[in-house]
């Protein structure tokens, strides 16, 4: 079992989340404890009016919403009620046995997971210390349930997710406004907080993934002098589905403002992931000369990385981004090297594949693969402007012996004898 705890401001956020995917028939409400009435007859108004009664109590604390999702193994059958008895016992062994939750059991992903809505101050207008709760009381709780219910250890091999992050219905965004803003909150929900982005194009390669696309308008308008920033659903092909809906609009306010403050912050995050998306992509680079966009795509696909090209109206690729979904990093091309601009990658684009043959180095061939002493251990991956993804690899300009190419004889020089 995987637990995740996010800390925030807003319940009200929290309970639109939850209460956006009841109604899109992707979640629904298993537990509700704490709380007066039935669970069936008890409205949004009913569960946001519990906890911002409690909210009030210490105004002076204003982060005081807890989201936490607990993640069962794919392999895993869970039911309801098993699900609950979980929750149960996870709120005890973290400490908010006494707090009123919400359980909603969601089912929009390949893997079984739940989700629970609270809040941290208690009855007695004291809040519960949330300092390091993930690492002194949760990771404690996962362990102990793991063994408590028989679950998939998260730390075996055998532990798998799957992603649960959808792309928006483009047919249920046409009934009207209402659905649109659902479907766009549900995609910004699982892309604004998870990726790690640094500008507003990084952001939009990964949420038209998703059908979703954030717009400035032009430069010369009203809207992109004062930072506005507006949410449309889109096809495949860009095209606009529906009603445009400001970013204000939205309980999780993504408005360019807040965005920018995550913009500085996903600089730092993501560079522990850089090297490590620069060796998936030249991994696949180094077995082409040349490729096809489709096979350059799927080859990409199978370490979970996706590559957007940026093409103006003539065709032509001016812009690389890759998505690395695994880790929820997003880097354009020229930021992990010129290997992986633009001019680079459209330079080995052709209409049929061309796969690279050369021989696996020799004993003797091996030290072409080491680093040097002085030199960091992923150096071989920076560019080097006279060679090629291969000479990189290699160490060389080509390698001793190419299949079905003969080498040429040398010339043996007349020599001589001196009496």
Known sequence: MVARIKIGTSIRGILHYNENKVAEGEAKLILASGFAGEIENM???NKLQRFEHLTELKPTVKTNALHISLNFDSSEKISSS?????AIAYMEKIGFGDQPY?????????HQHLHIATTSIQRNSEAINLHNIGRTLSEPAR???EKEFDLVVAESKKFKQESGLKPADLEKAKYGRSSTKRQISNVLAGVIKEYKYTSIGELNAVLRQFNVTANRGKEDTEM???KGLIYSLVDKKGNKIGVSIKASAFYSKPTLRNLEKRFGTNKEKRKPFR????????KVLSKYERFTIETLNAELKRDSVTLVLRKNDQGRIYGTTFIDHKNKVVFNGSDLGKLYSANSIAAQISSSDQLRSYLKPTDSQSSYLKSEPSKSANTYLEPIATRGILDE????SQPDYMPGIPRKKKKKRNQGLTL
């Open 275 to 282: 090297q490590g998306l620069i060796k998936k992509i030249s």
């Open 393 to 396: 690899l290699l160490g060389k």
């Open 102 to 110: 919400l359980v909603y059991r969601h089912n929009d992903a390949g």
């Open 82 to 86: 098993k699900m609950q008895e979980i």
């Open 43 to 45: 409205t949004f108004h």
């Open 224 to 226: 992109f002098a004062k």
């Open 143 to 145: 362990k102990s349930i």
